[in-house]
């Protein structure tokens, strides 16, 4: 960047949201969007045995499921399988969550946008907060934030699971499922929610290894490179 610029703090403090704020809301999107990703679990699963259903009545069931969640379609549906109000009231809730996440997504990537170009017009540049840049520190707080938690969860998966309920579904109590009468939960095992945890985590450590090294290479060139010879006024003219 033109080293005319001026350096801003505020400028790295809300590069380093919004970069925070992207990693996070595009990995939790990979496991909505990503359907293929369910549907490997079906056989891995052996969920055809365990439910008395046949592969493609889950995936049925669950694409409607998910079909809701995205706002894709207005009323809730399972496929063959019969819900309560209950149930449907919790798939509902999930629906906020998940709508939310991808309207953060879509959000964020214009915002990083007019950040930039505002930075340019006002001529300001984010400051290197502590010899690091935006991206290094939104990295660092959000993969030691992920890291610490995930190591939590690997402890006690089911109290991690019931927790995260308790913080996102409030005073709420539809989200502990009777599979007699809402037998959708037989086709959502722990395990696939595990497996959707470990795979947000690991997107976001990738993701945030990839920042923090970048900066890190960053500053070792800043470091190699040499700093421009100060100008000098030459003589005009030869010798008379």
């Not at 499921?65 to 207005?74: K, N, S």
Request: net charge neutral.
């Amino acid at each position: 960047m033109n080293p005319d610029f001026r350096e801003s703090r505020l400028a790295s403090v809300v590069y380093a949201i919004l970069t925070a704020l992207l990693i996070l809301s595009g990995a939790v999107a990979v496991p909505l969007l990503c359907r293929p990703f369910y549907y490997a679990h079906i056989e891995a699963l052996h969920l055809p045995e365990y439910t008395a259903l046949t592969a493609d009545q889950i995936r049925e069931a669950f694409d409607q499921v998910m079909d809701f969640c995205l706002g894709q379609r207005p009323d809730f549906a399972a496929g063959v399988l019969p819900f309560s109000e209950s149930g449907a009231s919790h798939f509902a809730d999930v629906k906020v969550l998940f709508l939310l996440d991808l309207k953060i997504l879509v959000c964020v990537v214009p915002l990083l946008l007019l950040c930039c170009l505002a930075c340019r017009l006002l001529h300001r540049k984010p400051a290197r907060l502590l010899g690091r840049g935006p991206g290094f520190w939104a990295a660092a707080g959000l993969g030691t934030a992920f890291l610490v938690i995930g190591g939590l969860a690997a402890l006690d998966f089911d109290r991690a699971f019931t927790v995260f309920h308790s913080i996102f579904f409030p005073g709420k109590t539809n989200w502990i499922f009777d599979w007699t009468t809402d037998p959708v939960i037989l086709i959502l095992p722990e395990d696939f929610f595990r497996n959707c945890a470990l795979l947000i985590l690991g997107l976001v450590v990738f993701w945030c290894a990839i920042l923090i090294a970048a900066d890190l290479l960053a500053g070792r060139r800043r470091k190699e490179t040499p700093p421009p010879a100060p100008s000098c006024p030459g003589r005009q003219g030869g010798n008379a």
